[in-house]
């Protein structure tokens, strides 16, 4: 009687017992999804609206799979009305982009009926993750950095922080000088890979002696968007 109420214009149905396993599944493994994340990123933060996508996305997938079943014309269809939906973000982190294909796999895996192999894919997914993060496998030891020295205009830029810079960096590279103030002052921008357990106070304190006490921004780097920037 209730899967009579699950049949389509096209006279194909859809059961209850379909859309509630596959659903009820997605929902579950993306919840684990979701706290596997969370333990992930307890350090460095995470997004809460985030972590709920991570729980919503494998059901939406597994009911769109279920909608479209075998129908290629059904496929073409939905196709088209999704690509009339246009979504934008900020660049985030390049492992936050897989965690959204993972919540996808298995949404699509739950949708075509295939739940055992859903929750082991999962499983073993999160395993991964877990032994990545704990071990920091591929992190680097040191830490990228930006740093903007402001120098009045009779003050030649070129080699004038080196012996600072080997002495807490490994490695430095200017990237871009600019006028300001009417070309009264420079701004020197430096990429920077810094040395374990320098001292970040002592160097700004250094730059300083050299510049006349005008600013010195030194944002530290720790992935491709997210900077804490220290500024005196």
């Known amino acids: ?24 599944a997605a929902l579950v493994i993306g919840l ?3 706290l596997v994340y969370i ?28 909608l479209i079943g075998s129908n290629v014309a059904r496929a073409f269809s939905l196709a088209g009305a999704f690509s009339l939906i246009r979504y934008r973000s900020a660049p985030g982190d390049p492992k936050d982009i897989a965690y ?4 996808m796999a298995v949404g699509l895996a739950c949708g ?15 395993v991964v993750m877990f032994l990545l993060h704990f071990t920091h496998f591929g992190k680097s030891k040191t830490s990228r950095m930006q ?34 103030d ?27 002696c050299r510049n006349g006490n005008l600013n010195v921004t030194l944002a530290i780097r720790e992935n491709d968007e997210r900077f804490s920037v220290a500024q005196m």
């Not at 075509?112 to 997914?125: K, T």
């Open 1 to 24: 009687m209730l899967d009579s109420l699950f049949y389509s214009t096209t006279e194909e149905t859809i059961t209850f017992a379909a859309l509630a396993a596959g659903v009820g």
């Open 32 to 34: 684990l999804i979701s």
């Open 39 to 66: 333990a992930t990123h307890k350090e460095e933060g995470y997004s809460g609206s985030f972590v709920i996508t991570l729980i919503m996305l494998p059901a939406i997938v597994s009911v769109i799979i279920l």
């Open 100 to 103: 959204v294909f993972f919540a």
């Open 112 to 126: 075509m009926g295939f739940i055992p192999y859903a929750a082991a894919f999962a499983g073993i997914i999160c």
């Open 147 to 180: 740093l903007t020295v402001t120098l009045p205009e009779n003050v030649n830029y070129q080699g004038l922080f080196d012996d600072v810079f080997s002495k807490y960096t490994t490695s430095w590279k200017m990237k871009k000088v600019r006028t300001t």
């Open 182 to 208: 009417f070309g009264t002052l420079f701004d020197v921008v430096y990429s920077l890979e810094w040395k374990e357990g320098s001292d970040q106070k002592a160097f700004i304190d250094e730059l300083r």
